[in-house]
């Protein structure tokens, strides 16, 4: 079975960063994925008890879902259409209407549903991106560009994905781009996408998010054994991790591909120093590596000492020095 | 992270690969497909675990009675009773007094349709407890 047109597929490394590329790939403006998570300035830390998931603190490296689509795309110039639907018949037929016109669609689904997922990632979790590009009789070809490969889906259960209720509850989004300027300022852009970035890492006022987040959380993680109990501090060691790891980040909660940023955006600024920043957001990224490994140690059982929860806390505090200093430096340096 | 040293460890990706950002020889960065990572298959697993044991929990109050079985299907989709409210557009205090075996039982087939459309399920297997006669 193949796909009834090609499609520019490249594998990435977190979902709405590697829809956005392909869509605009697709449309003849090739950039690489780390560029526009930089552009769309994505990273970030949050960790609070104030929202849940299963009864689990959030944690997140990254800001708000669809945030990096709006910012990378608003400040190239990039004119976005977004349509949401009232019920899954009248996104079933948009979404047709704009495949047979050709066009590739930037869809928002819920990974439970989504067939082609490995059985151990279903989970009930809303703010996944995906590009769908083409229709036949069977159903839809999608370039999940978390995969290596472009897979096929079955309408139902394509429906039932982009209809799925709850927290972030996608509502048939589909989005993409109307109009592409001929000479956008990448530059610009990722100067932008930098600026941005330093902010929401280090100036949010009052609340412990950024910096600030990890620093709190450094301070806190060391009690939990005694506070919540052994297993509960189990689990929310382990959701910290998984949301590290597990959910497509590109590795180290998106710190390397941060750091991969820093290094392409030396190529499009004259400024001095970046390629330094980059090499420190990867040292940054295999610092947050040892954090999951000490974590994962923790939740198998293989460390029950008191000790390791004073690890990981030391390692949060030695983080949050070090990303201080690389966005201040950042800041300086742009 | 050196390409070199990307994990690949056979994980929770069942044969497939994810995308990982790491650094080749020259310094630059690229990507690296990656089969997982041991750390990524223990704490995935730490929640799986806690999602199987909520099931067999519910199942075992269903089996006693105690919860209908609609409660089953909920938990086995990773859902709770406010979740599967806003995917049925049922309302919540309705949803939660069809937990109960009794109430459940005089549901008519529209409400069950709904659940079953929401669950996944065609009706009968929502009527079913897995791996029982009932």
């Not at chain 1, 799925?164 to 300027?181: D, H, K, M, T, V």
């Not at chain 2, 089996?63 to 406010?82: E, F, I, N, P, W």
Request: glycine share 10%; net charge positive.
């Amino acid at each position: 079975m193949s796909a009834p047109r090609s499609f520019p597929h490249r594998h990435s490394g977190h979902c709405e960063t590697g829809t956005l590329g392909a869509l605009l790939r697709d449309r003849g403006l090739d950039l690489p994925e780390p560029l526009w998570f930089g552009m769309g300035s994505g990273l970030f830390f949050l960790h609070t008890g104030l929202l849940r998931v299963g009864g689990l603190p959030v944690t997140a490296y990254r800001v708000a879902p669809l945030a990096i689509v709006r910012n990378a795309t608003r400040r190239l110039g990039i004119r976005m259409r977004y349509e949401r639907f009232r019920d899954d018949g009248a996104a079933a037929r948009r979404l047709e209407e704009l495949l047979s016109q050709g066009l590739a669609v930037g869809l928002q689904a819920c990974v439970y549903w989504l067939p082609y997922f490995p059985s151990t990632m279903r989970f009930q979790f809303n703010g996944h991106n995906l590009v769908a590009f083409a229709r036949d009789d069977a159903g839809y070809w999608l370039s999940d560009t978390v995969f290596e490969e472009v897979v096929h889906c079955p309408p139902e259960a394509l429906a039932r994905a982009r209809f799925a209720r709850g927290a972030f509850a996608p509502r048939g989004l589909l989005y993409y781009p109307e109009s592409i300027p001929a000479d956008p300022d990448i530059g610009g852009a990722i100067r932008a996408g930098i600026r941005s970035t330093c902010r929401q890492m280090l100036d949010i006022p009052l609340l412990p998010l950024g910096v600030r987040g990890i620093r709190a959380l450094g301070r806190d993680i060391g009690r939990w054994p005694a506070r919540l109990g052994t297993d509960r501090a189990r689990a929310q060691v382990a959701q910290i991790v998984r949301m590290q790891e597990e959910i497509g980040t590109g590795g180290a909660g998106f710190r390397f591909l941060f750091a991969a940023f820093l290094a392409q955006a030396a190529t499009h600024l004259a400024v001095p120093g970046l390629q330094d920043l980059s090499r420190e957001a990867t040292a940054i990224g295999d610092e947050w590596r040892q954090f999951a490994l000490v974590g994962a140690h923790i939740c198998k059982g293989a460390r029950t000492d008191a000790g390791a929860y004073g690890e990981l806390a030391a390692l949060l505090t030695g983080l949050a020095a070090r990303e201080e200093r690389l966005f201040r430096e950042l800041r300086a340096a742009t | 992270m050196k390409a070199s040293e990307v994990p690949q460890d056979d994980s929770i990706l069942e044969g497939r690969r994810r995308a990982c950002y790491a650094e080749d020889a020259q310094g630059r960065y690229v990507v690296v497909a990656s089969r997982g990572w041991e750390v990524e298959r223990i704490v995935n697993e730490h929640a799986r675990d806690a999602l199987r044991e909520e099931l067999e929990a519910v199942r075992l109050q269903v089996v006693a009675g105690k919860a209908s079985v609609l409660a089953y299907h909920m938990t086995a989709c990773q859902m709770d009773y406010r979740l599967l409210a806003a995917n049925t557009g049922l309302a919540r205090f309705r949803v939660r007094r069809h937990l109960r075996p009794r109430t459940f039982a005089r549901l008519p087939p529209r409400v069950l349709e709904r659940y079953g459309r929401a669950l996944g399920l065609p009706v009968e297997a929502l009527l079913r407890l897995p791996g029982t006669d009932r």
